[in-house]
């Protein structure tokens, strides 16, 4: 009070009256906007708690339960750009996979993402990549950082590259979590122009073992701001593996998952 009072004085001194009304209108009012700030980084604060709490506390290696938790969380917060036929399909191979060393190009909502870690053994590596402001809907925020390393089992170990994938850095960062490891499975929903997807699976297929699996989202022509280019060229290399696809319906615009068996 000692306080407001000496400032007072001070702005009637040295700036007038006028000036002192106007502040002392504005003060009350500028309190109560920083109390009202206050308490919504409060709440936001505790929401990000509460999420990051449920998202720990979810167990279940049912890969279409998986799948209905990430679909359903708090109305899409993390929902996978998936058609959930599809890509069920394909947690189904990863499961029998049971892969170790795992890598996603293209996180985006982090629906995936949430997948691959549930269903991953408990010392699983998985490694995300993900361009910030990405033509293709990548990007998520920063403060959906600390919420993405919640997927995690207890002995897991995430690590969330906000990287260009195109980049020799990025590769060798990559290189450097594996440690002299190979991916077992490697999920490529990045840069889905016909350039992009290519570069993407000549830079990190060599790192994938034999007997590993490569998966690729998006195989079916739709509209080029969404599907782009990845049909153009998963028709081109398909059938030099053992390949399967997830398609619902023939007749869908864009989506589709091809896996190639390396």
Aim: proline share 4%; aromatic share 14%.
């Amino acid at each position: 009070m000692k306080n407001l009072i000496k400032r007072s004085i001070f702005v009637l001194k040295n700036y007038g009256l006028k000036l002192f009304l106007i502040k002392a209108v504005k003060w009350p009012i500028n309190r109560i906007n920083l109390l009202k700030q206050k308490l919504k980084e409060n709440r936001a604060r505790k929401k990000s708690q509460e999420v990051i709490q449920k998202l720990k506390q979810f167990n279940s290696n049912n890969p279409k339960e998986t799948f209905d938790f990430s679909w359903n969380f708090y109305s899409g917060f993390i929902r996978p750009m998936q058609i959930k036929e599809e890509f069920v399909e394909l947690l189904k191979i990863f499961q029998e996979l049971n892969p170790q060393y795992i890598m996603e190009i293209g996180t985006a909502n982090g629906g995936t993402l949430f997948c691959f870690c549930k269903l991953a053994r408990n010392d699983a590596t998985i490694i995300s990549i993900d361009l910030p402001e990405g033509p293709f809907g990548g990007g998520y925020p920063e403060w959906k950082i600390p919420i993405y390393q919640a997927f995690t089992k207890e002995n897991q170990k995430l690590y969330l590259l906000r990287e260009d994938s195109h980049k020799q850095e990025t590769l060798e960062k990559v290189k450097e979590i594996l440690n002299g490891n190979q991916l077992d499975f490697l999920f490529i929903d990045g840069d889905h122009s016909y350039e992009g997807v290519k570069k993407d699976f000549e830079m990190y297929s060599p790192l994938v073992r034999k007997g590993g699996i490569i998966a690729f989202h998006d195989i079916v022509f739709g509209p080029p701001e969404y599907a782009g280019e990845v049909v153009k060229f998963w028709e081109e290399i398909k059938n030099k593996f053992f390949y399967k696809e997830f398609i619902k319906n023939k007749k869908q615009i864009g989506c589709g998952i091809g896996i190639v068996f390396m």
